[in-house]
């Protein structure tokens, strides 16, 4: 695997390469980021990884200096999963001095993580354009662990033409249901063991949706109970139509039921899709 830091080197590697898949993340990779990183091998000829943790998508006062690095075990960890190049870009390769753009999709940045930390997803697309445009994939990977931005980055690509497939792979969870976050270095054991409230409300909700319970207010009862059991305070817990983050009365088709809360030092979220066919 050869890692490379500027875009020039980029375009040397890339040029006349077909197939081309692109795994943006911010590092401290788990196995959330390998999975993406193996669907990309086993999908298409030449995987890049990127590594930047972008400083537009962080608010004031939030974990920007504190978010977990350790470029020389990802990279072995890239490598091991079999991506090809891992592009880790400085600061200034990504924002250099006179960089006065933002790139920003309306609407579906409004609720959830837009309407709590604002300016959160101007950062990530204003990255994501960018490492589109210095990569030029054929696919580019993204994880259902972060579902808004999912849907926020496949409006942005189709809004603006972008000539990339955007692929979803599932979230991947520890044996206990905790989603694998780069945030959850930050947990102490007993607020891992909270943590765990928000795996469980979703799944207490998956049992009420299953039991025939559709409306929101008991789909989110059974989740609210899960939460406080755990002691947690959530910072939303909403039900939305998953395609256009609607809010949603009822299960209905595919429903978006997503968490986010404080745990400790970790802001952490979590969802899942609710069909009401269950
Ligand atoms: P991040 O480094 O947190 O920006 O994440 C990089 C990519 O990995 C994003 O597309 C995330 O949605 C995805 N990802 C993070 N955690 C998980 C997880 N537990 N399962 C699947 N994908 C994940």
Redesign the pocket.
């Known amino acids: 695997m050869k890692t490379t830091r500027t875009v020039s080197e980029l375009r040397v590697e890339l040029a006349g390469r077909k197939g081309i898949a692109l ?6 990779l ?4 390998l ?2 990183i193996r669907q990309a091998r086993a999908e298409c000829e030449l995987v890049v990884v990127s590594l930047f943790v972008n400083p537009k998508q962080f608010g004031d006062g939030e974990d920007l200096d504190a978010y977990p690095r350790d470029e020389a075990r990802d990279s072995a960890l890239a490598e091991e999963c079999g991506a090809d190049i891992l592009f880790a870009p400085a600061r200034e390769e990504v924002y250099p001095d006179g960089f006065s753009t933002t790139v920003e999709v309306a609407g579906v940045t409004d609720v959830l993580c837009g309407a709590a930390r604002p300016g959160h997803f101007a950062g990530v697309t204003t990255v994501v354009a960018k490492l589109l445009n210095m990569v030029r994939p054929d696919v580019a ?6 579902a808004q ?2 849907l926020v980055v496949r409006k942005l690509v189709r809004d603006l033409d972008m000539p990339v497939r955007i692929e979803v ?5 520890e044996p206990d249901g905790l ?4 945030r959850n270095a930050y947990l102490s054991a007993d607020e891992r063991e909270r943590a765990l409230g928000l795996s469980r409300a979703l799944r207490a909700a998956e049992d009420a949706v299953a039991g025939g319970r559709i409306a929101a207010d008991d789909v989110l009862a059974a989740a609210r109970e899960q939460l406080q059991q755990a002691g947690i305070e959530p910072e939303y817990l909403e039900l939305r139509s998953a395609k256009d983050l609607a809010p949603v009365e009822r299960v209905n088709g595919s429903t978006l039921l997503a968490v986010a809360a404080q745990v400790g030092r970790a802001r952490l979220i979590d969802n899942t899709i609710l069909t009401g066919d269950q």
């Open positions: 795994v943006p993340t911010m590092g401290f788990h196995e959330g980021h999975s993406l990977y993204f994880g259902q662990k972060d931005q999912a792979c599932p979230t991947v969870r989603a694998l976050s780069s």
